[in-house]
């Protein structure tokens, strides 16, 4: 059975750091692309940051502020996020590059002073 769990949310204040997981079970991890998502309170969900056999992408807002990153002997997929905004603010999700595994429950980041 496929999961993915996520992890590591917190509230933090702006310019703040958090890293988040997730913890992979059910597939061959090591052999996906694999990518982290948020839903902002109101809007759909927006891809961030995609790991792909050494290809690494971003999504604009979010670049040279987060780090994709993985350990694929752990089935671990991570996000660091330093210098953080209140448009930060979202759910967390990983999944897929494809988006086509089955959603974990996410992880809460809140950005507020």
């Known amino acids: 059975q496929v999961q993915l769990v996520e992890s590591g949310g917190d509230l933090v204040q702006p310019g703040g750091s958090l890293r988040l997981s997730c913890a992979a079970s059910g597939f061959t991890f090591s052999t996906y692309a694999m990518s982290w998502y948020r839903r902002a309170p109101g809007k759909e969900r927006e891809w961030v940051a995609t790991?792909?056999?050494?290809?690494?992408m971003y999504a604009d807002s979010v670049r040279g502020r987060f780090t994709i990153s993985r350990d694929n002997a752990k089935n671990t997929l991570y996000l660091q996020m330093n210098s953080l905004k209140f448009d930060d603010t979202a759910v967390y999700f990983c999944?897929?590059?494809?988006?086509?595994?089955?959603w974990g429950q996410g992880t809460q980041v809140t950005v507020s002073s």
């Open positions: 999944n897929a590059a494809s988006g086509l595994l089955p």
């Open positions: 790991t792909a056999k050494g290809i690494i």
